[in-house]
């Protein structure tokens, strides 16, 4: 079993900052990419930022130069700081990791998983 568990969303006024982190556990062979995606009401799931393991990154065009995503990969932990938040960032944020999955005996098929969201809420 793999488990993405998310913390760090909350109530920010506009102007502040949140730091996001989701931490992988389970049955791992390896972890390919991370990312992070946002759902507003309304509106479909979109993705906010991505890196590699190897530690590229892209984001949407959105939050670039206001959002930053990094990754441990001792500790399987990704992480989204974000400031200059803005209302139009409210949403719920969802960690996505690309993984290997281990059964103990082999490599488990390539799969996506996610986490189970956390509200971000930026007040004007």
């Known amino acids: 079993q793999v488990q993405l568990v998310e913390s760090g969303g909350g109530l920010v006024q506009a102007g502040g900052s949140l730091r996001l982190s989701c931490a992988v556990s389970g049955s791992i062979f390896s972890i390919n990419a991370m990312g992070w995606y946002r759902q507003a009401p309304g509106k479909q799931r979109e993705l906010v930022a991505a890196i590699t393991s190897g530690g590229s990154t892209n984001y949407a065009d959105s939050v670039k130069g206001r959002f930053t995503i990094s990754r441990d990969n001792a500790k399987n932990t990704v992480y989204l700081q974000m400031n200059s938040l803005k209302p139009e960032d409210t949403a719920v944020y969802y960690c996505?990791?690309?993984?290997?999955?281990?059964?103990?005996?082999?490599?488990?098929?390539?799969?996506?998983?996610w986490g189970q969201g956390t509200q971000v809420t930026v007040s004007s």
């Open positions: 996505n990791a690309d993984l290997l999955g281990w059964n103990g005996l082999a490599v488990s098929p390539r799969k996506d998983y």
